[in-house]
């Protein structure tokens, strides 16, 4: 079975940093994009980052350029988020999932087998 889980979520103060991580299985990781989004409370659900896992391209929301990067254990099939300079405005759970359609890489309707997402709060 395809799963992904999500984890590495918790409490920071702004200007802190943390780690999520999304781990894969029952796929091959190398034949799919792999996004992360998160949905802050009473909005919709937003992409963050993804990584192609067959070349490793990354592509960033612009609100989160400079400050997350994401990046892979393709051994281990770990995606990694890492998210430094925090805001509050980054409080949202976040989730990670597998595009399995084509179109654009933020349409969070082309991606399936969401994990069940993990829980980011940055207090200011």
């Known amino acids: 079975d395809v799963q992904l889980q999500a984890s590495g979520g918790g409490s920071v103060q702004a200007g802190g940093s943390l780690r999520l991580s999304c781990v894969a299985s029952g796929f091959n990781f190398e034949q799919y994009i792999i996004g992360w989004f998160r949905q802050a409370p009473g909005k919709e659900r937003e992409g963050v980052s993804c990584m192609d896992g067959y070349d490793g391209r990354t592509v960033y929301a612009d609100s989160v350029k400079g400050r997350f990067t994401i990046s892979s254990d393709s051994a281990k099939k770990i995606v990694y988020l890492q998210m430094n300079s925090l805001k509050p405005e980054d409080t949202a759970v976040y989730y990670c999932?597998?595009?399995?359609?084509?179109?654009?890489?933020?349409?969070?309707?082309?991606?399936?087998?969401w994990g069940q997402g993990t829980q980011v709060t940055v207090s200011s």
């Open positions: 999932a597998i595009k399995i359609a084509s179109g654009s890489v933020s349409d969070d309707s082309l991606y399936r087998f």
